[in-house]
C-alpha cells in the first residue's frame, strides 16, 4: 500500500538513473587520471549539478567499478538504500550497455527500450553517454547493476511490463520528487503501451488488489492486462483516450467509485471526498437522513443496499467513458471488502 504523504517539508533524492551515471563518470574518471572522483559530481538535465559520496571503489586491469548507494530523500522508493554499481571496460566498438545482476532485461515491446536491451532507459543512458565522450572513451562496455535487484523488482511494476530479472534505471530529472504523482502516472502510461503493443483488447485499472484480483478473475485477464491504477483514475482514462484499446474495465469499492461517479479523477482521501448530500440523493426518501447523518459511504451502503451501489456504478462509468472517449467501452465493476462483486455496469 502506497505511504501517506508525512507532514513538514521533504527532501528530494536521486534516481536510479542519476546514481548510475555519476558511478560512470566515478569509475571513467579512475581509469584515466588514476584515482577515483570521491565524491563525483554530474550534470542533470535541468543544469542541477550533486554530488554523490562512492560506496564502491575498484579498479583492476583495462577496467574499474564504483557504486553509489541511492538516497530517493522522503520518498518512499522502494530502491532506497540499494547500491547502484557502474563497471566500465573501454574498448570493442562504440558505447554499448550490458544489465548485471539486478538490472532488468526488456521481453515485449512497447517501451522506449527495444526488446533484448537492458533496462536501462533514454535520459540515463544520455547521461552516461554524455560523460563517457566527455572523458574521452568513445568504445566502451558500461555494466549496470544493483545487488539485491531482482528481489526489489518483484515489488515494482517491471514483471507486468515485461522486465524480466531485475529493477529498470529510471529517471528523467534525475530528480526524485517526494510523494510524486508524476512517478506513478507514467507507470500507468507505460502499462497501456505495454498492453498495446501485445494487442490487448481489454484492460482493467483497480484501486487496489481486492478489487484488481476479483476483475481479473472475472474476466480471465492475463497480468499485463491489469493497470496498477491506484488513485489515478484520471492518469488512465486520459493516456487511454489518446491511446485506446477497445474495452477498459475500472474496478474499486464502493466509497472510491463515488468519488469517481461524482466527477473526481484522483481518488485519493486527500484530494477528494466523498459527497454525503450527492449519496443521499440516490436512497430512499426515508433513509436520507440517516444517509446525511452516516460517517462513511459503507454506512450509506448497508443503509440503502446494493440497488445504490449498481446505482453508483453506472453514474460512474458515464462519467468514466465521457473522460476516455467513444473508442473505448468503458464498464465499472464495484466489490466489496471481501472482493466479492456487488455491482457491475457496462
Known amino acids: 500500500m502506497r505511504q501517506e504523504k508525512p507532514e513538514g517539508e521533504l527532501k528530494r533524492g536521486w534516481t536510479t538513473g542519476a546514481c548510475a551515471t555519476a558511478a560512470v563518470k566515478a569509475a571513467l574518471t579512475a581509469l584515466r587520471e588514476g584515482t577515483f572522483a570521491d565524491p563525483v559530481s554530474i550534470t542533470l538535465p535541468k543544469g542541477e549539478e550533486p554530488s554523490f559520496p562512492l560506496a564502491l571503489a575498484e579498479k583492476g586491469d583495462g577496467w574499474a567499478r564504483a557504486g553509489i548507494v541511492k538516497d530517493a530523500g522522503d520518498d518512499p522508493d522502494v530502491t532506497h538504500g540499494a547500491m547502484i554499481i557502474a563497471k566500465v571496460t573501454p574498448g570493442g566498438r562504440g ?17 522506449p527500450i527495444g526488446v533484448g536491451e537492458p533496462a536501462i532507459n533514454p535520459v540515463p543512458r544520455a547521461l552516461m553517454t554524455g560523460v563517457a565522450e566527455a572523458l574521452g572513451f568513445a568504445d566502451l562496455e558500461i555494466e549496470i547493476s544493483i545487488p539485491g535487484g531482482a528481489a526489489l523488482a518483484e515489488k515494482t511494476w517491471n514483471p507486468r511490463l515485461g522486465i524480466v530479472g531485475g529493477l529498470s534505471i529510471l529517471g528523467t530529472t534525475g530528480v526524485v520528487n517526494p510523494f510524486s504523482c508524476a512517478a506513478w502516472i507514467a507507470s500507468i502510461h507505460r502499462g497501456i503501451d505495454v498492453a498495446r503493443a501485445a494487442g490487448l483488447l481489454h484492460v482493467a485499472g483497480c484501486t487496489g488488489s481486492t478489487s484488481e484480483d476479483a476483475v481479473r478473475a472475472h474476466f480471465g485477464l492475463p497480468l499485463e492486462a491489469m493497470l496498477d491504477m491506484g488513485d489515478f483514475a484520471g492518469g488512465v482514462l486520459k493516456y487511454l483516450r489518446s491511446h485506446p484499446v477497445p474495452r477498459l474495465t475500472l474496478g474499486g469499492g464502493f466509497g472510491k467509485m463515488v468519488k469517481l461517479a461524482q466527477g473526481h479523477m ?65 464498464d465499472v465493476i464495484i466489490v466489496d471488502r471481501g472482493g466479492k462483486i456487488i455491482a457491475h455496469a457496462a
Open 266 to 330: 484522483d481518488l485519493h482521501s486527500g484530494r477528494s471526498q466523498v459527497d454525503f448530500e450527492w449519496l443521499a440523493a440516490r436512497v430512499p426518501d426515508e433513509l436520507r437522513a440517516r444517509a446525511l447523518a452516516a460517517n462513511t459511504a459503507l454506512e450509506v451502503l448497508d443503509l440503502a443496499g446494493q440497488g445504490l451501489a449498481q446505482r453508483v456504478a453506472g453514474e460512474a462509468r458515464a462519467q468514466a467513458a465521457a473522460v476516455a472517449g467513444p473508442e473505448i467501452a468503458v
Open 95 to 111: 558505447l554499448r550497455f550490458r544489465a548485471g545482476e539486478g538490472v532488468g532485461l526488456v521481453t515485449k515491446p512497447g517501451l
